[in-house]
């Protein structure tokens, strides 16, 4: 998912002034309301001397899943994505009931998920307001409305 690549600097900053062979991907803020997976009931532990456990997901895993399976650039997504995203779930999950060492893990896969504004910077997916919500700036005058007088 992410871009290969270094982040874009700020305007003025560039170097290089030619512009970029990537560009942003713009994404309509909203959330998205398409099909996706179900976050399963439960997850297997494994325990001492192989045995096994069944243990059901923590809610702060599901309020997670709420809001990551709702981002708007899910629309983006494949297949692929999905189960990167399922597997991520889990490791939310081992975090959310005390296991620390999957917080590192967690936030490399949040990144990669874009969960938050930086990590959206760096994939460069940009949300944008839909075209009707679009609204002309107040004050300014379209002289396209002037053309035929």
Known sequence: MPIAGRKPKPEGQARNRTKPTIDWTEVVDAP???????????R????????????KLHDLTREWWETVSTMPHCTLWTESDWRFALSTALVADAFHYGHTPSATELARREKVLGTTVDARRDLRIKYVAAPSEQVDPAGVTKLDDYRDL
């Open 44 to 55: 297997r532990v494994l325990l001492q001397f192989g045995e096994t456990k069944d243990i």
């Open 32 to 42: 998205f309301a398409g099909k996706r997976p179900e976050l399963p009931k439960k």
